[in-house]
Each structure stands twice: as structure tokens, then as C-alpha cells.
Nanobody, 127 residues
Framework: LVQLVESGGGSVQAGGSLRLSCAAS????????MGWFRQAPGEEREGVAA????????RYADSVKGRFTVSLDTVKNTLDLQMNSLKPEDTAMYYC????????????????????WGQGTQVTVSS
């Protein structure tokens, strides 16, 4: 049984930082890609960052480039998202996802491209 469990969410003022973690278990071989997604109330889920299953190539949404950093510890099987210079518009439920159907660059930040999902962790940024 594949499980993805997120942690690290919370409330922070604009300009602050948070670090999200996702503990993955139950998969026998390395993931193809893992990613972070977010969904604000009334909005569609959107891709934030994705990383190759060996901790290599990454892709970021334009809205978070230069502020967020995704990393993967392949020994601990933990996916992290360091979020700096947070803005109120970053407020959302953040989800971890794993095992992309396609490694095509154009699909890496599309939610429909991933098989497995965590339950999410809330991030709230106040102005």
C-alpha cells in the first residue's frame, strides 16, 4: 500500500518561510517523478514543483521560481519543499504526489499525471 504523508504546514506572515515534508512508503522501486501541488478554495489544483525520482532534474511553476526549492532524499524516501518569501497568494492546501505517468516536461506539473497522492497540509500566509 503506497502512502504519502505530508507535514510542516502552518500559518506564517508574508515574507516568512515554511518547510513541507512528504514521507513516502510502500513502493518497491524508485519513483519516476514526485511533485508538490496546491489547491486554494474555489481554485483548481495546480503544480508547484516536481523532481526526478533520483533527485535530479526539477521543474517549478513560474509563480514560485526563486522562492521555493524542492528536494528528494532517496535514502529516507522523503520529499521536501522549502518555501521562502511567502506571499498571501501562496495560501492553499499543499499536496505531495508520486509516480508520474509521463516524464514529458510539459506534463510534470499537471495533477492528472500522477498516480499517488497524500492527504495534504494547509499553508496560510497572512499579509
Amino acid at each position: 500500500l503506497v502512502q504519502l504523508v505530508e507535514s510542516g504546514g502552518g500559518s506564517v506572515q508574508a515574507g516568512g518561510s515554511l518547510r513541507l515534508s512528504c514521507a513516502a512508503s510502500g513502493y518497491r522501486t524508485g519513483w519516476s517523478y514526485m511533485g508538490w501541488f496546491r489547491q486554494a478554495p474555489g481554485e483548481e489544483r495546480e503544480g508547484v514543483a516536481a523532481i526526478d525520482g533520483a533527485g535530479g532534474p526539477t521543474r517549478y511553476a513560474d509563480s514560485v521560481k526563486g522562492r521555493f526549492t524542492v528536494s528528494l532524499d532517496t535514502v529516507k524516501n522523503t520529499l521536501d519543499l522549502q518555501m521562502n518569501s511567502l506571499k498571501p497568494e501562496d495560501t492553499a492546501m499543499y499536496y505531495c504526489a508520486a509516480e508520474a505517468r509521463s516524464a514529458s516536461w510539459s506534463y510534470l506539473l499537471q495533477p492528472s499525471n500522477y498516480f499517488y497522492w497524500g492527504q495534504g497540509t494547509q499553508v496560510t500566509v497572512s499579509s
